[in-house]
């Protein structure tokens, strides 16, 4: 495959300049990114929400909506699988999840969906993901989060929902340089298209594509 993604350094539009925890790291660029969009006739649509604390970035954006009160967010469920990688003597193996946290993690995320008026889509992304946009043909997208880190997932999402991205919409890939699996998933995607992927650290933080 020839080198068709540019990495471009564009500390100077935003304010993500300064040293953060990761996690306000995280938050203060979804912010930045979020304003660039705010204006945009689509929605914010988040693509891997596991827990309490990536669900809070979408609680953010609602309690900012003052410059698009109507923008609807949308966060789909990262996994719905029972398996998860733990550590044991050393060694990462696969391990069966306590069920009884699953159900209540999920619980929890779909009352704080419903307090927040989020749509949150639970369930396994491959089977979800389709289904919700044959109910929503008409769905168009401003921004766009993609954090699901294994690579089947990230290709199907990049399928689905990268064409439905606006112009001057922004795609946030949060793990391109952590996993090896989603950097892939987005390299095979824009295989044969010449995309600017910019990004604030290239060890830290996220990165992003505006789409022209």
Sequence with gaps: MSKSITNYLLEHELLIHQQYEPQTERLLTYYEMYK????????????????????????????LNEYNPQQ???????????????VVDKEQRLVVKDTQTITATKN???QK?????IDFVPGAIAETLPNY???HP?????????????YEHTLTAMQYLYPRIVHKGILIINNYYKKEAENKAIQDYFSNQ??????????NGVHYIVKD
Excluded at 74 to 81: N, P, V
Excluded at 194 to 203: E, L, N, T
């Design 194 to 203: 010449p995309i600017v992927i910019r990004y604030f650290s290239k060890s």
């Design 138 to 150: 008409e769905l168009k997208i401003a921004l766009l989060v993609i954090d699901l880190d294994n």
């Design 36 to 63: 660039l969009v705010s204006k945009l006739d689509g929605s914010i649509l988040k693509c891997g929400i596991n827990n309490d604390e990536s669900f809070g970035y979408f609680s953010f954006f609602k309690k």
């Design 133 to 135: 946009l044959m109910e």
């Design 72 to 86: 609807p967010l949308i966060a789909f469920e990262k996994s719905s699988s029972i398996l998860e990688t733990t």
């Design 113 to 117: 969906s419903k307090d927040e008026a």
């Design 108 to 110: 929890n995320l779909v």
